[in-house]
């Protein structure tokens, strides 16, 4: 099979929490960690994949142990948008929307966005 990715992918896991909206009233929330990652997509394992097509909503959170000494904070939230490509009963793989924002952990549920960043 002809290797089709653009973006360098890295096996890293980060836990993560994939909503995708059922109905106005209902959402449903995934809390799985990616298996690989990279600045389009990732892949998670899960026996719970949604179905192609869906969208979804996915918050991951970064350790940032090696930005300490740049930032004031240990975790960020990243929180973006993206659809599901594959599913399969091995997992899924989303593709992320092209904007994100990036926030301090601590600030994510209740505040605005410390930095909000476009590719």
């Known amino acids: 099979m002809e290797e089709r990715r653009k ?3 890295f096996t890293f896991e980060v836990p993560a929490k994939i909503e995708m909206v059922v109905s106005a009233e209902k ?3 995934l809390y799985i960690p990616t298996s690989d990652i990279c600045a389009g997509g990732a892949f998670f ?3 719970k994949a949604l179905p192609e097509g869906t969208k979804v909503k996915i918050d991951l959170i970064l350790a940032l142990d090696r930005l300490k000494h740049l930032i004031d904070h240990s975790r960020a939230n ?3 948008n993206g659809t599901v490509v594959r599913s399969g009963s091995a997992g899924m793989a989303i593709c992320f929307d092209e ?3 990036i926030m301090p952990l601590q600030n994510s ?3 605005t966005p410390a930095t909000s ?3």
């Open 7 to 9: 973006l360098e992918r």
């Open 117 to 119: 960043t476009h590719h």
């Open 109 to 111: 549920l209740t505040s």
């Open 99 to 101: 904007d994100y924002q």
């Open 78 to 80: 990243v929180k973006v």
């Open 45 to 47: 394992h899960t026996t």
């Open 27 to 29: 959402k449903e929330a």
